[in-house]
T-cell receptor
């Protein structure tokens, strides 16, 4: 079990640019989640996948945000035309399917939009 | 929007003392989980309590759940400096598999 891996760890970009983050979940896990966390707050749910199907998406996720999990393994989160308000920690987590299965989090990608 | 709200927002105690954190939530849940987060890191799962359970223990952790009051508490006994972290409750409703996190309690354990 190598844990959930996220890349890059840090990303600094200029407003208006597009960014893409990658998440490699624990290989046996079929659920994958994306959360966003700002300083001093709890993680906010963005979206989750069961295998390759995106089953739920937050209203927070504007049309500038898109997530994919093409083969049910790794996932990417893309933000188009970044804004300063997008600056946050983006966390990925994975789990088994059972209702009581805990989430295993990666260490996140910290995005700074200048 | 946050489903759970933790209280207090921040807590500072001496090593060896007990720390109690509370969580309130708004809607019916399937289960409630507690997570810990060290600064700049991801969250780590601590303990899960199901809606039909009232109390659960794991090592120095004790969790209670009162579904009539829509509240939970996390007790850490005999705290250590290494327990310094932020603690979050998270709830899962029957209608969804997503976890909704509260705003967290920042715990400082002074050596």
């Amino acid at each position: 079990d190598t844990g959930v891996s996220q890349n890059p760890r840090h990303k600094i970009t200029k407003r208006g640019q597009n960014v893409t983050f990658r998440c490699d979940p624990i290989s046996e896990h079929n659920r994958l989640y994306w959360y966003r966390q700002t300083l001093g707050q709890g993680p906010e749910f963005l979206t989750y996948f069961q295998n390759e199907a995106q089953l739920e998406k937050s209203r927070l996720l504007s049309d500038r945000f898109s997530a994919e999990r093409p083969k049910g393994s790794f996932s990417t989160l893309e933000i188009q035309r970044t804004e300063q308000g997008d600056s946050a920690m983006y966390l990925c987590a994975s789990s088994f399917s059972g209702e009581g299965s805990p989430l295993h989090f990666g260490n996140g990608t910290r995005l700074t939009v200048t | 929007s946050q489903q759970g709200e933790e209280d207090p927002q921040a807590l500072s105690i001496q090593e060896g003392e007990n720390a109690t954190m509370n969580c309130s939530y708004k809607t019916s849940i399937n289960n409630l989980q507690w997570y810990r987060q060290n600064s700049g890191r991801g969250l780590v799962h601590l303990i899960l309590i199901r809606s039909n359970e009232r109390e659960k223990h794991s090592g120095r952790l004790r969790v209670t759940l009162d579904t009539s009051k829509k509240s939970s508490s996390l007790l850490i006994t005999a705290s250590r400096a290494a327990d310094t972290a932020s603690y979050f409750c998270a709830t899962r409703m029957d209608s969804s598999y997503k976890l909704i996190f509260g705003s967290g309690t920042r715990l400082l354990v002074r050596p």
